[in-house]
């Protein structure tokens, strides 16, 4: 069962606010209806007895017009003669009275289909004092009410004028009948608003249960994810804006399941590669003897630890290069001479080691990249040829625009990269199957190069034969991730 948390949990969820706010604008909407109908058919009611009240009037108006009683053929000489002529001739209807009175007193009173047999004397009071001061009146005779023990009554007064005598002919409804099946027709509209609310409000709780499910499995979802546990994944429906919320959900659940893999990898890598520093380091000093600090052991293994240190300050920094590629502003981008850019590097680069350096092409034309992440590339580039050539061998620098890309490389004619390492070589802490062989690197150095033209929107290529060299290449796009048109002679 739920507890009082669980319950207004239940209550403040959107599923119950929407049904809520479903079922308010129904109550509104029926109780609307129900008061409008009421009203159409109140008035419609109104409208049916003021007709038959001008009915009644409009046969007292024929015989005045006529002006003869017609038993005798002589001209009326009295109201009274004109009143008993039309009761002679007429008959009320169901829920009808009919009264005539002259000089201000009752003269007939057709009573027997009003649904009460007498009328009140409060109200006869009024009908005969209405009756003489209807007796001046001109005009059409308005439709008043009065009260009575089963509620309000219709009357309408016509003043009647024969020589010098007058009265007053009165017609009233009391319409019980018809207020009863008003009434009953107002229940039963209430009794199918309910019903309609009833049926419209499961049909209302399954519809937006069915609309809300990507969103609660979404809530779900993300309650139970947890760093070490990225692989769930909302079910995605056929089609409409809750198939594409999941979808989008589960792409960003995608990207952040990569992220968190790289991260761990990038950990796992890095405790792996700092552990040899430190293991060597820490297992050095352990051999030392406090006691005798001239021993030439003691210069040897300061030396080695301090060379381990260094080699782990540059893991950690090419670590923090690397940690930086995701900031917004790890570019700078400037306008470039390509021709000047490719020049100056080949000075920097001859100075890094004996080798016949050589500029393949210095390129033209001006791109708009970062100068300093570049110069970093390509100096990251020739130190890893350096380390697979001898002194003899060449080391060349080359760059080139076209339309669309920069490409910038660095080739050498050393011993090429095994078949087997290329697929991973710009991978962290990758040294191929060798490398270790030849120098103690950190394996940083080529993912850094990667990471440095991705972040412009580019890529790392290599082509390479065992034994006959490689060419490693930075393609750059002439148009940013950014949105820097590159390559443009405007500084806009």
Not at 335 to 359: C, G, N, Q, T, Y
Request: hydrophobic fraction near 40%; aromatic fraction near 6%.
């Amino acid at each position: 069962m739920l507890g009082r948390s669980g319950w207004s949990r239940v209550a403040r969820s959107i599923h119950t606010r929407i049904l809520l706010s479903y079922i308010a604008l129904i109550i509104l909407s029926g109780g609307l209806c129900t008061v409008a109908i009421h009203e159409v058919l109140m008035i419609r009611l109104e409208t049916r007895i003021s007709e038959a009240v001008q009915q009644e009037f409009e046969e007292i108006n024929r015989l005045l017009a006529d002006g003869r009683d017609p038993r005798t053929g002589a001209a009326f000489t009295s109201v009274q003669g004109v009143f008993d002529v039309y009761f002679r001739r007429n008959v009320p209807s169901q829920e009808e009275a009919v009264l005539a009175f002259a000089d201000g007193r009752l003269h007939h009173a057709a009573l027997s289909r009003f649904p009460i047999g007498r009328l009140p004397d409060d109200t006869m009071h009024v009908f005969a004092t209405s009756a003489r001061s209807y007796a001046l009146a001109d005009g059409r005779p308005p439709i008043d009410r009065y009260d009575t023990a089963r509620g309000d009554a219709y009357y309408g007064i016509l003043p009647v004028r024969v020589g010098a005598s007058s009265g007053a002919f009165v017609v009233t409804f009391l319409p019980v009948s018809q207020r009863r099946e008003i009434a009953e027709l107002q229940t039963y509209g209430a009794g199918a608003v309910l019903g309609v609310l009833v049926l419209a409000s499961g049909c209302a709780w399954l519809v937006t249960g069915r609309v809300l499910g990507p969103v609660r499995q979404l809530t779900e979802t993300a309650r139970l994810i947890s760093q070490s546990d990225l692989t769930r994944r909302i079910p995605v429906g056929r089609q409409g804006e809750a198939a594409e919320m999941a979808l989008t959900f589960n792409a960003m659940l995608d990207r952040l399941e990569a992220v968190f893999r790289r991260e761990r990898e990038f950990i796992l890598d890095a405790s792996h590669e700092l552990r040899g520093p430190l293991t060597i380091s820490m297992g050095n000093l352990s051999m030392l003897d406090p006691e005798d600090t001239d021993r030439p052991e003691w210069r040897a293994t300061i030396a080695l630890v301090t060379d381990e240190l260094e080699r782990m300050g540059r893991i950690v920094g090419d670590l923090q290069l690397l940690a930086d590629v995701a900031h917004p502003q790890f570019l700078q981008p400037e306008r470039i001479d390509v021709e000047l850019f490719v020049a100056e590097l080949a000075v920097k680069l001859s100075a890094l080691a004996p080798r016949r350096w050589h500029v393949d092409d210095l390129g033209s034309g001006i791109v708009v990249a970062d100068r300093h992440r570049l110069t970093e590339a390509v100096i990251n580039l020739a130190d890893n040829a350096v380390r697979h050539t001898e002194d003899t061998e060449t080391v060349a620098l080359g760059a080139a625009v076209t339309g669309t890309e920069f490409r910038l490389w660095v080739r050498d004619t050393g011993c090429g990269v095994p078949l087997d390492d290329q697929p991973h070589i710009f991978d962290r802490f990758r040294r191929g199957s060798h490398a270790h062989l030849r120098y103690p690197g950190s394996g940083l150095g080529l993912s850094i190069v990667r990471a440095i033209a991705q972040a412009h929107g580019g890529r790392a290529e290599l082509v390479s034969r065992p034994g006959a060299g490689a060419t490693f290449t930075l393609v750059i796009p002439r148009q940013t991730r950014e949105g820097w048109h590159l390559g443009q002679d405007s500084d806009r």
